[in-house]
Structures are given as structure tokens and as C-alpha cells.
């Protein structure tokens, strides 16, 4: 992508445009949430402007609408994934209920006392809580996969932990706290070649990366429509059909039923068996328009732009001293997390925003990774597609004005 392209996709996200303490807003927090452009923000408008009504079984034009927009969202989700089939792709509120949607229904059905499940030690707290629940209730063990100073996985410690009792291994694609992109064909093949399903947490790989569920050869995937340019609270599960159709129902009530008496009742069909309630109508149709936004952006160039944007920056970095890049993996995606002993992340982030630059401090839910580090928190500057070198500059002179604060 040229600065051309760049300057016209910032056209595309009205908030860029402000200045934050009387300085140009520099948004570098695209880990947390990232902007929306116009053509989301229209197809949510247009909705409550002119169709909103609730979906399925409506007998009226407004509710066929609704529900046609609702069901092309899904069918943009599963052409984005290159998903086999529509039906698989669940409708969830984000990352997190997917996990937990998982670790319940899948969990409860398949493991038993003594059954393991493998994740790894950059994992996100939604993708660690969840089984520690399942591990107290049905008595499941948690092995986690460790990682080099550089934040790359152990692979062959991960191939030791694979056995008869592993039920499920379930890890993150990119790291949100380091970067790392994990090898997960490789963590397919292993599992795969004892028969043990993969999930995959796709929140900070989805937005940045072409993914394709059916090439990487995952079980379940999961990811966030408010990473990805859509809304907050709609995000999807993917799951294969065969898996899905064995396990029980997360919540119940409306929607995912076929019939019910007061002695027994038929689940529906999927996706609707994992779509109790009135769904986020709006916010499957603003995620759709995020899709499309994507596609016409191309994945490959998002990637290609991002990855060489992170390169810039931890270039940039690397000449501060005092500053430590905390995930360093030859393969990581637009995450820049660093730490500083001269100030706590927290005062560097409040420095950083007097000068109009948005980053993260903290644990990222991540304390894991900080453990690992003997760190309390990083810094971490997360990139899009509408950042540019130009602020990555601006984050440079704003750390150059945190050493002059704290020396
Ligand atoms: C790898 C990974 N996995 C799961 C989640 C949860 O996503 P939700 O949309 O909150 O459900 C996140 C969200 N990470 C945010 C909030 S901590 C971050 O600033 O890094 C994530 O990065």
C-alpha cells in the first residue's frame, strides 16, 4: 500500500481525524479495538434507520430484511474464513464467549477426570480461566506450552505433551501481548496425529492476516468483530459442522429450538442450536461491512503493509536505550510491547497521551507473559493498516519525552 492509499483509507475513519490534547491524534491501540470506518458505521445507521426488526420467523418485509442482512453476514464471515459451510459459523458476543462456549460445550462433552487440555503460555486470560473452571469441575489438567526468551514456542516440549489423555489443544494464532505468530500447521499436524481437535484464537490474527480455517487445517476458530472494524459485541465462533452437532448447547431459550414441551424439547439446527435469544442483528450486519471494507483492501496488502510498518518500528526502537522489546520471535504480526525501567508503563502511556498517542499499558490480560518476563506491565503499540510511519515517528519523540520527564 502507498502513502496514497493510506492517506485515503484515514479518509475512510472520521475519529483519526482530532486532535487529543492539542496534538494529532496517533491511535496505536489496534490490540484493544480498532477503529471503524464509514461504510460499517453506514450499514449499522442504515439498519435502525430503515430495517430494524427482529430476525427469523417474521412474517413481515422489515423482518425479512433484517433477517436477509443478518444471514449475508454470515455468509461474508464464512467466504472470509473460507469456512466450509455458513451453518458452521456461530454468531457470539466476541473472543471471549467463543472460548467459554467452547470450553463448556465442548468440555463437558468430551472430557473426563483426568483428561488434559494443552494451551500455551502467551495465552490471552480467556483462553486460560475457562479451563482452570472445567479443570476444578469435571478435574481436567492444564499443560501449557512454553516459549523462548524471544516469545517463540517450544515446540518439542509441546510434542512431549501430547498424549492419550489430551482432549483438546487450544492456543492463540498471534499473540496479543508479544506479537508471535504460532506455527500452527505444525500444532495441527502433531495434535491431528493423535486424533486431538485444535481450537484456535484468531482475535489479533483475523484482522491483520488472510485466514483460511480450512488450509490451517483448525477444529474451531474464534475471533472479535470489534478488532476487526466491526461493532462491539458480535463476534464469531467457527467450528467444524461434525463437532458442533455433538456438543450440547451453550444457552438455551428462544431460537435454538425446535420444539418444546413441558417433557422434552428439540434443539434446532445450527448455527441456530448455539444462538439462543435475540441475536446483535446490528452488529452482524456492521461486521459483514467490515468484511467487505477488508476485502476490498485485500488481506495479503493489509499483512504486507503492517508487517513492514512493525519492522519501522522496532527499528525505531531499538536505537532508544532503556528500552526493551518484550517479543522479539522472528514471525510476529504489527505488536510493538516494550518496557522501560526508568518509568512504570502506566506513567509512559500518560506521557505518551499528552503528546495525542494512544497506546496500551498493563498486563494485556496476559499476566502470564509478564511472569515469564519478570516484568509488571509493557507498553505495547498495536499497528492497522491507517498507521504510518509518520506516527511511528510520533511515538519514538513522545518515548524521548518520557526519558526527559523520568531520565
Ligand atoms: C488474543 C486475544 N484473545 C482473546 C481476547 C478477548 O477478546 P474480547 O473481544 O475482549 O472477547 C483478546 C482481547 N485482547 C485485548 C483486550 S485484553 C487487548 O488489548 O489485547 C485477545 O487479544
Redesign the pocket.
Known amino acids: 500500500m502507498t502513502a496514497v492509499d493510506v492517506a485515503r483509507i484515514r479518509d475512510d475513519f472520521p475519529i483519526l481525524d482530532q486532535l487529543i490534547n492539542g496534538k494529532p491524534l496517533v491511535y496505536l491501540?489496534n490490540?484493544?479495538?480498532t477503529q471503524k470506518p464509514r461504510p460499517v458505521i453506514d450499514a449499522i445507521s442504515n439498519y435502525y434507520l430503515h430495517n430494524n426488526s427482529n430476525v427469523h420467523r417474521g412474517v413481515h418485509t422489515l423482518s425479512q430484511r433484517a433477517t436477509d442482512d443478518y444471514e449475508a453476514g454470515r455468509e461474508a464471515i464464512r467466504r472470509f474464513i473460507n469456512a466450509p459451510d455458513a451453518s458452521e459459523i456461530i454468531y457470539v458476543?466476541?473472543?471471549?464467549?467463543g472460548?467459554n462456549l467452547v470450553a463448556s460445550s465442548y468440555g463437558r462433552k468430551f472430557f473426563k477426570a483426568g483428561d488434559e487440555v494443552i494451551i500455551t503460555g502467551m495465552?490471552?486470560?480467556?483462553?486460560i480461566v475457562p479451563w482452570q473452571i472445567l479443570g476444578k469441575e469435571i478435574g481436567i489438567r492444564l499443560r501449557v506450552i512454553p516459549f523462548n526468551d524471544q516469545g517463540e514456542l517450544l515446540m518439542d516440549e509441546y510434542e512431549g505433551m501430547l498424549n492419550d489423555r489430551t482432549r483438546l489443544v487450544s492456543v492463540?494464532h498471534?499473540?496479543?501481548?508479544l506479537g508471535t505468530i504460532n506455527p500452527v500447521s505444525a500444532i495441527v499436524e502433531l495434535a491431528h496425529a493423535r486424533g486431538v481437535p485444535v481450537m484456535l484464537?484468531t482475535?489479533?490474527s483475523v484482522p491483520h492476516m488472510p485466514i483460511d480455517v480450512q488450509d490451517l487445517g483448525v477444529d474451531f476458530a474464534t475471533f472479535?468483530g470489534?478488532?476487526m472494524y466491526g461493532p462491539?459485541g458480535i463476534?464469531v465462533l467457527w467450528g467444524r459442522a461434525d463437532l458442533l452437532n455433538e456438543m450440547p448447547p451453550y444457552q438455551t431459550g428462544g431460537e435454538m429450538i425446535r420444539s418444546v414441551t413441558f417433557e422434552e424439547t428439540i434443539y434446532n439446527v445450527l448455527p441456530h442450536k448455539f444462538e439462543a435469544g435475540t441475536p446483535d442483528i446490528a452488529g452482524a450486519i456492521g461486521l459483514g461491512a467490515a468484511v467487505e471494507y477488508l476485502e476490498a483492501i485485500g488481506m495479503g496488502r493489509i499483512a504486507a503493509y503492517e508487517q513492514a510498518l512493525m519492522r519501522y518500528g522496532a527499528e525505531r526502537l531499538a536505537e532508544i536505550e532503556g528500552v526493551r522489546l518484550i517479543g522479539t520471535a522472528a514471525n510476529r504480526g504489527g505488536v510493538l510491547s516494550f518496557y522501560m525501567e526508568a518509568a512504570h508503563a502506566h506513567d509512559i502511556g500518560t506521557i505518551l497521551d499528552a503528546e495525542g498517542i494512544a497506546v496500551?499499558t498493563g498486563h494485556?490480560?496476559?499476566q502470564p507473559v509478564m511472569a515469564r518476563y519478570e516484568i509488571p506491565a509493557t507498553v505495547?503499540a498495536?499497528l492497522s493498516f491507517y498507521n504510518t510511519t509518520e506516527e511511528i515517528d510520533a511515538l519514538i519523540k513522545g518515548i524521548d519525552r518520557v526519558i526527559e520527564v523520568f531520565g
Request: contains cysteine.
Open positions: 491501540d490490540a484493544a479495538t458476543r466476541g473472543t471471549t464467549e472460548l495465552e490471552h486470560h480467556s483462553n492463540v498471534q499473540s496479543n501481548a484464537d482475535a489479533q472479535s470489534h478488532k462491539t463476534g496500551r494485556h490480560c496476559a505495547r498495536s
